[in-house]
């Protein structure tokens, strides 16, 4: 990958990571529950998911998926149901004090990986990316060793910033009625985003 290419996927990688969506929504409440410290295995899970997607469409395992109209809309239902799900979910326990220390490392984990699977904005992101900055000239593997260490490193910094919002907003508004109504907009926006995964359409290559 040229130096003019590689300028041009890391601007599109933080666009793509940086932009509000279910990930930095989980971050941002994985701050204010549990801690900076302890919010960071939701990083974690977000950065193995990134990693396998990457992999994934170097291989065109999602150029298959986004090509399997059935398999997309059952997986895009699906995971809109599971956004909504977790909307209702935390707008009910907006106003219970937070259980950081009840709630295992591996909850934390496999919530944020579920939540970065069904991300819609991933399938169409990670298509964008192979489509649009992958040289077809060069070897796929020999590309890899550019792209995976850079948006690797570009998601990491986007949602440990994220989590470090929430981990102050969470010491600053604790036991507030401004922390109450903060956690039901996030609530709403994951709400929000089940509705626009579920009327989204299927990502295709341009």
């Given at each position: 990958m040229s130096w003019?290419?590689?300028?041009?996927?890391?601007?599109?990688?933080v666009v793509f990571v940086t932009t509000p969506g279910p990930n930095a929504v989980n971050c941002i409440q994985n701050g204010m529950t549990f801690g900076f410290g302890r919010a960071l295995w939701g990083v974690a899970a977000i950065l193995t998911q990134a990693t396998v997607f990457l992999i994934l469409s170097a291989l065109g395992v999602t150029a298959l998926i986004a090509a399997s109209p059935t398999g997309f809309m059952v997986a895009k239902y699906l995971g809109a149901?599971?956004?909504i799900w977790l909307g209702l979910r935390a707008w009910y326990r907006a106003k219970l004090p937070p259980k950081a220390?009840?709630?295992?490392?591996?909850?934390?984990?496999?919530?944020?990986?579920?939540i970065a699977t069904i991300n819609?904005?991933?399938?169409?992101?990670?298509?964008?990316?192979f489509s649009q900055f992958v040289q077809p000239d060069v070897p796929i593997w020999t590309q890899m060793q550019v792209i995976l260490p850079t948006a690797l490193t570009i998601t990491a910094l986007s949602y440990c910033t994220y989590t470090a919002l929430g981990a102050g907003i969470g010491r600053s508004a604790l036991k507030a009625v401004f922390n109450v109504w903060l956690?039901?907009?996030l609530a709403?926006?994951?709400?929000?985003?089940?509705?626009?995964?579920?009327?989204?359409?299927?990502?295709?290559?341009?």
């Open positions: 003019e290419g590689w300028m041009i996927f890391a601007s599109f990688w149901a599971v956004l220390d009840k709630q295992p490392s591996r909850a934390i984990y496999g919530r944020a990986l579920a819609p904005k991933s399938v169409a992101g990670y298509l964008a990316a956690r039901r907009a709403l926006c994951f709400i929000f985003y089940g509705i626009a995964l579920g009327a989204s359409s299927t990502p295709v290559r341009s």
